[in-house]
């Protein structure tokens, strides 16, 4: 079958579950962690990322001329933030966050006003990110914000979506509360990320605008089971809206919005590292949320490049002409609860035409 393809990625190459720990990563030791986080995915089956915050663009030609192992990769460069929101940490004096920003990828660029907001995306596209990332809501990782409270103005989210298309990019939208996920489908973002309070509304709203949901139920499961490695605050927000998150999933996928599988994972290193190669779970938790075993494998795999809109190369498909990415399984693929999730199921792995694993 296709590779499979996951849309949410993060190669921080950070072993640490807090984003102030993972700000303070030199970037050699992030990078080496994160060729190793690559060559996990591959072993789970994973062929093509799209990396939405972390060093994806600088890795991609390292991947590309054959220097390391590891999926496509289709980066976004440093996600969009406002000051004081989910891409900035809080717990850094202001003027030293903005002192490291530019030279750590793991933190946010944060732009304020839609002329600081177009600067931010032709930076990114300086870097040759294939896809732009914003937060649009506050987060669960960040300490002081709220996960429902917008956060970029309509006018700042218009700037946004309009810079990044005439350069033909997609706008990727961190969103979890409503108000935010509203907003960023009227200014045109293409995929909503988490989705954990879209309601029947917004899920028209999706359908009407035909974008795309990854809602990454992944990491919603691994953070509740990591209190003691989590930050409190954020242990706290992730099991405030936890169960929101999975009736959101129900409600999109019974309005029939488009889903595409993405993970979130993004602690790295020898302890927490492993989870890469486990990513195929998520299309168990999709399936948990109403998708039959079919309509899951078509979100791990065909929908995964639509999330990237003109920048969408042939792949996820067993189809002349496209990517040579595929991967052998030691049984049906339809039988989800025995196979995703579990690497020693993936047999093979080709990419490019050429066996990996």
Known sequence: MPGLWDCHAHLFGSPSWSLEGAAWVLPAAAGAR????LARYIEGGVTSVREVGGYGVELAPVVEEGSAIGPSIYGAGEVLSTTGGHGDIHSIPLDIYEGISGRSRIIGRLADGP????KAVREQLRRNARVIKICASGGVMSEVDHPVHQQFSDEELQAIVAEAARAERVVA????GKPGIMAALRAGVKTIEHGSYLDEEAAELMKDKDAILVPTRFIVEELLGMEAHVPGYAYRKITGLADTHA????IAIATGVRIAMGTDIFPSGPVHGFRYSLASRELRHLTEAGLTPLQAIEAATATGPLTLGAQAPKSGRLQEGFDADLIALDRSPLELDSIWGDPERVTHVWKGGQLVK
């Open 34 to 37: 994160a060729t190793a986080d």
């Open 115 to 118: 002329s600081e907001c177009i």
């Open 173 to 176: 939208a961190h969103c979890h």
């Open 247 to 250: 009736q959101a999933m129900k």
